[in-house]
C-alpha cells in the first residue's frame, strides 16, 4: 500500500510538468545565486573596502600617514568627491562632509587624523603618550569597520617601520642612556627605514602583547543613538522578504477561484476582471501593511525598535511596499496554473529576489557588479527605504526615490498580470 501511494504520488507530480521542472529548478537556482555571490572570493585578493580619509593635521607625518592608507591594496581611499564631468575638482572631505558620506550610505568607513597627530611624543606601553586616529563607521555593514580597524594597524606596522623604530628607541633610552656610537647607528638605521617604501604588503601584522603606538578611536555614527541598532537593519530587511511569500501566498485564492469555478460566477456579473484585480491588490495590501505593523510594533515592544520617533516614515515606506508585493503576488497566481506550480515558483522567484536584493545577504558584501545589478531587484528599493528612515534617520523626502520606484514596479506588475488574466474572461 505505501508503495503504491508513492507511485501515485510521482505521476500526479509528472502529470503537471511545470511542478516537477521547477522543484529542481529552485533549489539549482538558489545555489547558483549563493555561488555568483561567494564564488569571487575563491581567489587570495581581498576586497577592497571604500574608506573616505581626512587629513586635518597637515603635518609631515599626518601626510605620511595618508601615503601609507593610498598604498594599502586592500583600501579604496578616497579624500574627495567624485567629480561630476565638466566641472572642477570637488575640495577635499573635511569631517562635516566625511560624517555626512557615511551616514548618507555613501561609504561605510571613514578614517580621520585629527589635529596635533604630527606633534604627538608617541611611545610603547599603556602609559604612553601616543598619537590618535578617529574612525567613523556604519555599523550597518559590520564588516567593513573592523576589516578596515585591522587594517590600520597592519599599515602602521609595515608602512610606517620607521616611526615604531623610533619610538622604540625612545623608549629604551628612558631605561639606560645610549653612547654616542650607539646613538649614531641607531640614527643611521633610522634614516634607513625611514627611507624605506610604504608599500601596500599583503602580510599579516605582527601580534603583540603591547599597545601600538597609534591609538585607533572607532565611533558608530548611526547606531550610538540606537537602543539596539541592528534590529532596525534586520527588521526592514525580513519584512520585505517575508510580505512576498504572504502576497503570493494570498493571491493563490485565484487559482482556487478558477479551480471551484468561483471565477467564472464572479465574472458573469457586473465586475469586471479589472475590477476583481484591483480589489484583490487593495486586499492583499491591507494586509501587507497590517503585517508589517504588527511585526515592527513586535520589535518595538520586545527588541527595542526605535518605532515611535520613525512612525510617519513607516507608514509611508509600508504602503508602496506592500503595493509592490501584493501586484508581484498577482503576477505570479496569474502566471501559475495550479498551487503546486505557484507554490514552487513563489519559492524560486521570493528567494532569489530576496537574497539579490539584501534582504538574506547585505547588499555591501556582495561582488561589485552583483551590487548593481541587483538594483534591478524592486524589493532592494523597499529595503533601501526602510533603511533610510529607520537607520540613517533621513527626513521623509530622502525615501521619495525609493517610493517613486516601488510605485512604477507596482504599475508594471499589476499591467502584467491585468494581461495574463485576460484568458479567464468570459466573452
Avoid at 191 to 196: G, I, L, S
Wanted: aromatic content about 8%; proline content about 5%.
Amino acid at each position: 500500500m505505501i508503495s503504491a501511494v508513492v507511485r501515485a504520488s510521482w505521476a500526479m507530480l509528472r502529470r503537471d510538468r511545470a511542478a516537477l521542472a521547477l522543484s529542481f529548478a529552485v533549489p539549482i537556482v538558489f545555489f547558483s545565486i549563493f555561488a555568483v555571490i561567494f564564488g569571487g572570493q575563491r581567489d587570495a585578493s581581498t576586497r577592497k573596502v571604500r574608506v573616505l580619509a581626512v587629513d586635518e593635521d597637515g603635518s609631515p607625518r599626518s601626510r605620511r600617514m595618508m601615503e601609507v592608507l593610498a598604498a594599502e591594496e586592500a583600501l579604496a581611499v578616497s579624500t574627495a568627491p567624485a567629480a561630476e564631468p565638466g566641472e572642477a575638482a570637488p575640495a577635499p572631505y573635511d569631517r562635516a562632509a566625511a560624517e555626512a558620506a557615511v551616514r548618507g550610505g555613501d561609504a561605510p568607513v571613514a578614517i580621520v587624523i585629527p589635529k596635533g597627530f604630527g606633534a604627538a611624543k608617541i611611545g610603547f606601553g599603556p602609559e604612553a603618550e601616543r598619537a590618535k586616529l578617529e574612525l567613523l563607521v556604519d555599523s550597518s555593514d559590520p564588516i567593513a569597520g573592523r576589516m578596515v580597524a585591522g587594517l590600520l594597524q597592519k599599515v602602521i606596522f609595515t608602512g610606517m617601520g620607521d616611526l615604531l623604530l623610533e619610538s622604540g628607541i625612545d623608549s629604551l633610552d628612558q631605561v639606560a642612556e645610549f653612547t654616542g656610537e650607539q646613538r649614531e647607528r641607531l640614527g643611521k638605521l633610522l634614516e634607513e627605514a625611514r627611507r624605506a617604501p610604504a608599500a601596500g604588503s599583503t602580510s599579516e601584522p605582527g601580534r603583540g602583547g603591547f599597545e601600538l603606538p597609534i591609538a585607533v578611536e572607532t565611533r558608530d555614527l548611526l547606531g550610538e543613538s540606537k537602543e539596539n541598532p541592528m534590529i532596525s537593519f534586520y527588521a526592514a530587511a525580513l519584512g520585505v522578504m517575508f510580505l512576498l511569500f504572504t502576497a503570493s501566498g494570498a493571491g493563490g485564492a485565484l487559482i482556487e477561484e478558477r479551480e471551484s469555478g468561483t471565477l467564472d460566477r464572479l465574472l458573469s456579473t457586473r465586475i469586471s476582471m479589472p475590477q476583481l484585480l484591483a480589489g484583490k491588490l487593495a486586499y492583499l495590501t491591507s494586509l501587507g501593511i497590517v503585517q508589517l505593523i504588527v511585526m515592527f510594533v513586535w520589535g518595538w515592544l520586545v527588541f527595542g525598535l526605535d518605532l515611535p520617533a520613525h512612525w510617519g516614515g513607516f507608514l509611508i515606506m509600508a504602503v508602496p511596499t506592500a503595493l509592490v508585493c501584493s501586484a508581484f503576488g498577482l503576477v505570479l497566481a496569474a502566471v501559475c496554473r495550479t498551487r503546486k506550480q505557484l507554490v514552487a515558483m513563489s519559492n524560486l522567484v521570493i528567494l532569489s529576489i530576496s537574497a539579490l536584493g539584501g534582504s538574506m545577504f547585505p547588499r555591501f558584501l556582495m561582488p561589485e557588479a552583483l551590487q548593481k545589478a541587483s538594483l534591478v531587484a524592486f524589493n532592494s528599493w523597499a529595503l533601501e527605504g526602510f533603511l533610510d528612515v529607520f537607520w540613517r534617520d533621513e527626513p521623509i523626502v530622502a525615501a521619495l526615490p525609493e517610493i517613486a520606484v516601488l510605485l512604477g514596479w507596482t504599475v508594471v506588475f499589476f499591467a502584467v498580470a491585468r494581461r495574463i488574466s485576460k484568458r479567464w474572461e468570459i466573452v
